[in-house]
Nanobody, 121 residues
Framework: QVRLVESGGGSVQAGGSLRLSCVVS????????LGWFRQAPGREREGVAT????????YYADSVRGRFTIARDNGKNTVYLQMNRLVPEDTAMYYC??????????????WGQGTQVTVSS
């Protein structure tokens, strides 16, 4: 059974930082796309940062490039999203995802349960 369990969300003031974690279990393919998506109230879910485990390619949304960093700890089966210089527009539910093509969720894949990030001005 594939499981993605996120943690690390919370409330922070603008300019602050948070690090999200996603522990992946039960998925044993050699190469796949893994990353973070987010959904703000009244908006569609959007890709934030993803990478391909096979070749290490990374992709970032324009709105977060230079502020967010996606990283993976293979030994812990964990993917992280380091978020710096947060702005109120980053407020959303953040989801970990297996199954993507660049910043788009594939038709087949898995979602975590989400972790809330709230940035106040």
């Amino acid at each position: 059974q594939v499981r993605l369990v996120e943690s690390g969300g919370g409330s922070v003031q603008a300019g602050g930082s948070l690090r999200l974690s996603c522990v992946v279990s039960g998925y044993n393919y050699n190469s796949y796309c893994l990353g973070w998506f987010r959904q703000a109230p009244g908006r569609e879910r959007e890709g934030v940062a993803t990478f391909v485990t096979g070749d290490g390619s990374t992709y970032y949304a324009d709105s977060v490039r230079g502020r967010f960093t996606i990283a993976r700890d293979n030994g812990k089966n964990t993917v992280y999203l380091q978020m710096n210089r947060l702005v109120p527009e980053d407020t959303a539910m953040y989801y970990c995802r297996i199954g993507c093509a660049k910043l788009t969720a594939s038709a087949f894949g898995y979602w975590g349960q989400g972790t809330q990030v709230t940035v106040s001005s």
